[in-house]
């Protein structure tokens, strides 16, 4: 999502000098207050050329071995499914789901994913337009995903919703949330 016009600043990153207090408006992800703006599917993805890796092995066992990189976020599979999760309602590994590189954030795990270091879970919203692209490929059927159990939500500072750039913000922001449920619900066949 690119802001089209106008100035920004998310995490402190933008044209926008980096203030200190509340923020105007807020994306959170949780059992947290605020407007639905998105349902995510959380999948495995990898490089494109990882998948000659698994390609001939059984199914049963096709990720035995195969280098994981997780998010430490995945750690507490209740909010944030993981691998351990997905290992465990759809198979194709029994040993060490746990195992593999922690990630901080899901920006350096993507990153390691487009350089081939390993198979990734996360939201297919985190990398709807690589797998679009093809520099990211979905390595099993979209029908062995998981549903996010929360979606992510958008909390705008009361005093500041009335402002005309927050609100030219806003509208932007849930139209490219809308039209990303939308491609994720086409991938998935919901």
Not at 118 to 128: D, E, K, Q, V
Not at 140 to 169: G, W
């Amino acid at each position: 999502m690119r802001a089209k016009g106008g100035l920004f600043c998310i995490n402190g990153a933008g044209d926008v000098p980096l203030r200190l207090g509340a923020p105007d408006l807020r994306i959170t992800y949780g059992e947290n207050r605020g407007e639905a703006l998105l349902f995510d599917v959380i999948l495995p993805v990898t490089g494109p050329d990882n998948t000659r890796r698994i390609a001939d092995e059984d199914a049963a066992q096709q990720m035995e071995g195969m280098p994981l990189l997780h998010l430490k976020s995945h750690q507490n599979g209740n909010l944030h499914p993981g691998w351990v999760e997905w290992f465990e309602k759809f198979g194709h590994r029994t040993k060490g789901p746990s195992q593999g590189v922690q990630y901080q954030n899901a920006r350096l795990a993507i990153a390691a994913m487009r350089e081939n270091v390993g198979f990734f879970i996360g939201g297919l919203s985190l990398f709807l337009d690589d797998v679009k692209n093809g520099a990211a490929v979905l390595p099993f059927p979209v029908s062995e995903h998981l549903k996010s159990p929360h979606p992510y939500r958008l909390q705008i500072r009361p005093d500041a919703a009335n402002r005309p750039q927050i609100q030219r913000f806003v509208t932007w922001l849930r139209a490219e949330a809308k039209e990303a449920q939308r491609e994720i619900d086409r991938l998935i066949g919901r």
